[in-house]
């Protein structure tokens, strides 16, 4: 099973574990298509065939003035591959950490009629995906 976007049940437990929480880090795993789907996005699909990894950066360009409007950022964009600790036989092309200031300022972001215009070449560019969100907690030490 391969997950891309999140169910309404997925939705509504995160939004009571960290609604009135603070900010909020997203941990976006990433596995891309060798070449991106558009079966299910002519309006945005290109001109021509590109890789899964193309389009995950095409939609970051249209993703990133939208995140910044909502008081978003990205803390991290990284490479990855095999798990050191972990199952060996499963891997991710990408780790990304984005910090937002709320739950409510995720959901504006997520909402955004022109994020969402552009929002497909998400789903055409990933094979798989995971995304953890996380709250920070006081090391007492």
């Known amino acids: 099973m391969n997950y891309i976007n999140p169910s309404p049940e997925s939705g509504k ?3 009571m574990d960290f609604h009135q929480k603070g900010p909020i880090v997203m941990l976006n795993m990433l596995s891309y298509r060798k070449v991106a789907d558009y079966s299910t996005f002519e309006d945005i699909k290109p001109e021509n065939e590109i890789s899964g ?3 995950y950066n095409v939609y970051m360009k249209h993703t990133m ?4 409007k909502a008081g978003g950022k990205v803390i991290f964009f990284g490479k990855s591959k095999h798990f050191l600790i972990g199952p060996q036989d499963e891997k991710w092309d990408a780790v990304l950490l984005v910090e937002h200031q709320s739950v409510d300022k995720f959901m504006e972001f997520a909402r955004n009629e022109a994020y969402l215009k552009t929002s497909g070449h998400r789903s055409a560019a990933l094979a798989d995906s995971r995304l953890l969100p996380m709250s920070q907690v006081n090391l007492n030490l």
Do not use: D, G, T
């Open 13 to 15: 437990q995160f939004y």
């Open 53 to 55: 990894q193309a389009a």
């Open 65 to 68: 003035p939208h995140l910044a």
